[in-house]
């Protein structure tokens, strides 16, 4: 279900996202994600015993992705995947065996006795979607590298708002040479000073003298820097442990 998309058409597609407002990578991965969220409901993923398989494993999505899933509203896709998940749930609660807390707890494995512990409830694998998500951003982050010191791509990309402060730091990290890793930093300089330029804009407009409502450039400059600083919603950039 994981059509992973050409560096050619990745390309593109962040040529049309720097055209858009919040960071490209974001996007791209975001988008990657609904796509894979719709698929596996709208393209018959769920008679797919391999995907069913996988998603049993992973007690189908972690809570973010679950909620996003919901959102899409897969009625039947949703009393399918989690009657799946709520039968193995339930199979694994009946296996699992009373340990007394204390100090024969971490022990306990050692006596035998059959049965489970509780950790036996946690999910055997990873959310797919999540690892969809990383691997959607590694490859946009990649072809953004490859591409970011050819003039028309890089005047592209000062142009746009630049990636966020997560996707900043992985591609910063995976810089392959001193001229990529400066344009990038440039390019995020430039964006934060006119980001800084428009917040003081607000404070200086919110002066008991002024009080007026932003109205020129700077409006909306708050959810801006903060959507900056933090990537947008249900991104984490990559390698972050939480
Ligand atoms: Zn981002
Ligand atoms: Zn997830």
Do not use: N
């Amino acid at each position: 279900m994981d059509r992973q998309p050409s560096r050619t058409s990745i390309y593109h597609d962040l040529l049309d996202a720097f055209q858009q407002a919040g960071c490209p990578v974001c996007r791209l991965a975001l988008g990657a994600v609904r796509a894979y969220l719709d698929s596996i409901s709208r393209e018959g993923g769920l008679t797919d015993l391999e995907i069913r398989t996988r998603l049993r494993e992973s007690h189908a999505f972690c809570p973010v992705h679950a909620h996003q899933w919901l959102e899409s509203q897969h009625v039947l896709g949703t009393a399918i995947l989690y009657e799946d998940v709520l039968s193995h749930l339930t199979a694994e609660l009946q296996g699992l065996r009373y340990r007394k807390r204390g100090f024969l707890a971490g022990a306990a494995p050692l006596l035998g006795g059959g049965g489970r512990s509780v950790d036996a409830l946690e999910p055997h694998r990873p959310c797919p979607a999540c690892e969809l998500l990383a691997r959607a951003e590694a490859r946009s982050i990649d072809v953004l590298l490859e591409h970011v010191r050819q003039a028309e791509f890089r005047d592209a990309y000062a142009r746009s708002g630049g990636v966020c402060l997560p996707h900043l730091r992985s591609a910063l990290s995976a810089a392959p040479d001193e001229s990529t890793f400066r344009t990038l930093i440039d390019a995020a300089v430039a964006r934060h000073e006119a980001l800084g330029a428009h917040l003081r804009e607000i404070i200086r407009l919110h002066d008991y003298r002024y009080s007026h409502e932003p109205s020129g450039e700077e409006r909306g400059a708050d959810a801006r820097a903060v959507r900056h600083v933090a990537g947008e919603p249900g991104v984490r950039g990559m390698g972050q442990d939480s």
